[in-house]
């Protein structure tokens, strides 16, 4: 069994806000946003362990939380969000939709359970987890650089490579002068398309889970149906080096773009379309989908 704390912080909630979740020293992970909600770190902890221990799925987890709104969502009001169309008893939407769509889908096929602890009471790992929340939290708020920790890896003592933060993932720069909004989000959206092709981002699922959306889909040129926890399993260098050829970007709402490429390699070329989603000030990779281009005759 896997024995793990998930924790949150928001120091002015909101505010800088950090999220973490604790194994052992070896195996731990943590991120945040400039502003943030404590329960929007609370549930962010605990969907990252489901999605980085989905490599080892076949193994019970039990996540200890000092949230009781955390293990209430999602054990006991989340069926009837559901049946409801994710809105509560008053017919308000469910605050935290993203998050909590994340982790019902996560959730699927695995033996997880809750255990409620009481926060800041010295439970050793508990505070092993709002350490590392709260210094995330602090970082965003000083401006500096936040410790993401190792990640996981299957057996302990098999650290995975530190992560790092990828900055063009978790925060929208500023558009040059002279360069509007607009523009600078569509091509933004290009580089971080361009950047899910490089080796450094598709061996490192730091980097890679940080760019795409939690409901990400993608239906490959192959016909295989490609969900973000799929991905991040079985990713890894592309066999061919593939070119990319815009054929146009198109903002479909404030938040929406539509990204149309051309991939070309040595044994073919493709048709790709891909939805990226700003969430929390970050632009995503929602939905992808490749359709291979017949030979000329």
């Known amino acids: 069994m896997i024995l793990a704390a998930a924790d949150g912080s928001s120091l002015s909630n909101p505010g800088p806000a950090g ?9 731990w992970a943590a991120g945040g946003w400039p502003s943030g909600t404590n329960n929007m770190g609370e549930l962010k902890a605990v969907l990252d362990l489901l999605e ?19 293990i209430n969502s999602v054990t006991r009001w989340m069926p009837s969000w559901k049946r409801k169309g994710w809105k509560k008893a008053d017919g308000k939407p469910v605050l935290n939709q993203d998050l909590l769509k994340a982790i019902d889908a996560a959730l699927t096929g695995r033996d997880v359970s809750f255990e409620w602890v009481k ?4 439970h050793r790992m508990n505070e092993a987890a709002d350490v590392r929340a709260r210094a995330v939290a602090t970082a965003y708020q000083k401006g500096t650089t936040p410790d993401l920790g190792p990640g996981f890896s299957r057996r302990p003592g098999d650290a995975a490579a530190p992560r790092t933060p990828e900055p063009a993932a978790t925060a929208q720069p500023a558009p040059a002068s002279g360069t509007s909004r607009v523009d600078a989000d569509l091509a933004l959206v290009v580089d971080l398309e361009k950047a899910l092709l490089t080796d450094a981002v598709r061996t ?36 061919v080096r593939l070119a990319f050829e815009p054929i146009g970007t198109e903002r479909l709402a404030d938040d929406v773009i539509l990204l149309r490429w051309r991939a070309v390699g040595a044994h073919g070329t493709w048709l790709r379309s891909s939805v990226w989603q700003r969430v929390e000030g970050s632009w995503r990779c929602r939905f992808a989908q490749g359709t291979p281009v017949p030979p000329e005759r």
């Open 204 to 239: 490192d699922p730091g980097r890679l889970r940080q760019l795409l959306h939690p409901e990400f889909t993608e239906f490959g040129a192959s016909g295989r149906i490609w969900t973000r926890n799929r991905l991040l399993a079985e990713t890894g260098p592309l066999p």
């Open 119 to 122: 926060g800041h009471a010295g």
């Open 19 to 27: 999220w973490a979740w604790y194994i052992d020293d070896d195996r």
């Open 52 to 70: 980085q221990t989905a490599v080892a799925a076949d193994e019970p987890l039990k996540i200890l939380c000092d949230s009781q709104y955390v």
